[in-house]
């Protein structure tokens, strides 16, 4: 399951061009020269950078820019970072890796970067947090009921760079072994603010109910429960959830009517919502994609 991006991943505009341009043109010396003004605004750049992303409809564009601005948050997050930018950097490495990275070696490798960056964010945040991925299943209960609402942000995106590793390393059993503590911590969330990133969580929770049949032990009304919530929840303006619902759920259970309306509503839709324009961009070519399909699927 690819992972979902959303304005949690991405925050405020700024212009790609202007950024892209000096860093190609002058290479280390561009970045040299900006020092000081990246250390006294790095976490607004880092939103800056991410939100521009967001609200740019061709995937295209963005994905061949991303490896500059990786390598931007990557020089930002060497010395003595705060919690948010380490947070930024965890997000853009492990969308990069979910969406336009095709299963493999590379995948793998900013994948694990991204969830070094969420366990570092996470040690920074709260030094009890340090242990938090390693810790067993009923230890993390115990931590995971003293979370509260402020701690959202950094529970949603170390659980969603923690599965998004464990995706890219799904033929290491030891590694998906862990995926139930990432599902405490995505229900978790729920609790505490169902509705944040266009409830990204429900999403995410659909996809893991729905990996395996129910003969085999998956859950597929409890999926479609949060597929259906996480598009309530962003008013159908998330057009991923739709895309995953008829993907995750509707060819589970081989319900082709449900698949074939769920896509046609997607293409049919405008693409363009704040912070979620370059995600419903992504979501109609998927869309397209699975329509080709149905056919062959049904």
């Known amino acids: 399951m690819k992972i979902p ?23 280390l010396m561009a970045i040299s020269g900006c020092s000081s003004l990246i250390a006294a605004q790095t ?10 992303m967001l609200d740019n409809d061709d995937p295209q564009l963005v994905s061949e820019a991303m490896p500059t601005f990786l390598i931007l948050i990557d020089s930002m997050a060497r010395d003595e970072p705060d919690t948010e930018l380490l947070i ?7 969308a990069y890796a979910g969406i336009f990275l095709p299963e493999g070696e590379r995948q793998q490798k900013l994948s694990s970067k991204s969830f070094n960056y969420a366990k570092r964010a996470a040690c920074q945040y709260q030094q009890t947090f340090c242990s938090i991925t390693t810790l067993p299943y ?35 059993w030891q590694i998906v072994a862990d995926l139930p503590k990432v599902k405490l911590l995505l229900e978790k969330v ?35 429960s949060h597929f259906e919530r996480a598009i309530e929840l962003s008013q159908g303006q998330h057009l991923l959830a739709k895309v995953e619902y008829a993907r995750r759920y509707a060819r589970l259970v081989f319900d082709q009517e449900l698949h074939h309306q769920l896509l046609k509503e997607v293409l049919a839709a405008d693409i363009h919502a704040e912070g ?11 869309a397209t994609q699975l329509l080709a399909e149905e056919a062959d699927y049904f």
């Open 138 to 172: 009923k230890e993390l209960q115990v931590l995971a009921a003293k979370l509260d609402k402020q701690d959202v942000a950094l529970t949603y995106t170390l659980a969603s760079s923690w599965l998004g590793y464990i995706q890219a390393h799904s033929d290491d």
């Open 88 to 94: 930024a950097a965890a997000k853009l490495n492990g």
């Open 5 to 27: 991006l959303s304005k949690e991943h991405f925050r405020d505009p700024i212009c790609l061009r202007s950024l892209i341009l000096p860093l190609c043109v002058t290479a």
């Open 190 to 224: 729920i609790i505490l603010d169902e509705s944040y990133d266009y409830g990204g969580a429900h999403l995410y929770l659909g996809g893991i109910a729905t990996l395996l049949p129910p003969s085999l032990g998956g859950k597929p009304e409890i999926g479609r």
């Open 276 to 286: 979620l324009t370059l995600i419903n961009a992504l979501a109609q070519q998927q």
């Open 43 to 52: 976490g607004k750049l880092a939103d800056n950078i991410s939100m521009a």
